[in-house]
């Protein structure tokens, strides 16, 4: 089974619906990361969560909320979905004693 | 912010061939890893690298921490069809009131097609 996984893997959706991203995590680690890629811009991230407790906005995190259910469980929402946000989502995960995160398999989502 | 010019943004190479490919920063990295993007996959960790100057090798693959610590390069010897895919650079700088410690900035990305 996958460490990290990522659910749904592909999200085809109107503007102004409002969508959830879910990801889930069996490494034990207590960083959770959101990402975005688009294509020739690398991965930008959107969210990142140290512990439960933890919530902190990365570089893009304009339109987007996150939701730290359990150490386990990081949720990416889009409350108001907008064709530019139209992208693969990355989910990925830490340990605190290293900087390595092991990334899920992303969600494509496209917003019509 | 910390920003990452990974090079080339894409190659076009036989079997057999080497590839290089790099990343340079304008300011300090305490951590560089370098990442393999799948076509419908997630980044897959390459090489980790922790110190100035440190060279690593996974198989066919070499990795270097630059002295300066504001650059990294990661070769392929002998390419195969599947060494095809994105590679990422990804860097972590010194933590700054305990605020970057954990984030990466990952490089552009370059898109390596290998023809048989």
């Known amino acids: 089974d996958a460490d990290v996984t990522q659910t749904p893997r592909n999200r085809i959706t109107k503007t102004g619906k409002r969508i959830m991203l879910e990801c889930s995590q069996t490494k034990g680690h207590d960083r959770m990361y959101w990402y975005r890629q688009d294509p020739g811009l690398g991965l930008r991230l959107i969210y990142y969560?140290?512990?439960?407790?933890?919530?902190n906005k990365g570089e893009i995190s304009d339109g987007y909320s996150v939701s730290r259910q359990a150490q386990a469980k990081f949720s990416l929402s889009l409350e108001s979905a907008i064709p530019n946000q139209t992208a693969l989502y990355f989910c990925?995960?830490?340990?605190?004693?290293?900087?390595?995160?092991?990334f899920g398999p992303g969600t494509r989502l496209t917003v019509l | 912010g910390q920003q990452l010019n990974q090079s080339p943004q894409s190659m076009f190479i036989q079997e057999g061939e080497d590839v290089s490919m790099n990343c340079t920063s304008s300011?300090?990295?305490?951590?560089w890893l370098w990442y393999k993007q799948d076509p419908g996959e997630g980044p897959v960790l390459l090489i980790a690298?922790?110190?100035?100057?440190e060279l690593t090798s996974n198989g066919r693959l070499t990795a270097q921490f630059g002295i300066t610590r504001k650059d990294s390069f990661l070769n392929i010897s002998a390419s195969i069809p599947s060494d095809v895919g994105i590679y990422f650079c990804?860097?972590?700088?010194?933590?700054?009131?305990?605020?970057?410690?954990?984030?990466?900035?990952f490089g552009q990305g370059t898109i390596l097609t290998v023809h048989p």
């Open positions: 969560s140290f512990d439960v407790k933890d919530i």
């Open positions: 990804a860097g972590q700088a010194p933590s700054a009131g305990g605020t970057s410690y954990g984030k990466l900035t």
């Open positions: 990925a995960t830490s340990d605190y004693s290293t900087d390595t995160q092991y």
């Open positions: 300011s300090i990295f305490n951590t």
């Open positions: 690298l922790y110190k100035a100057g």
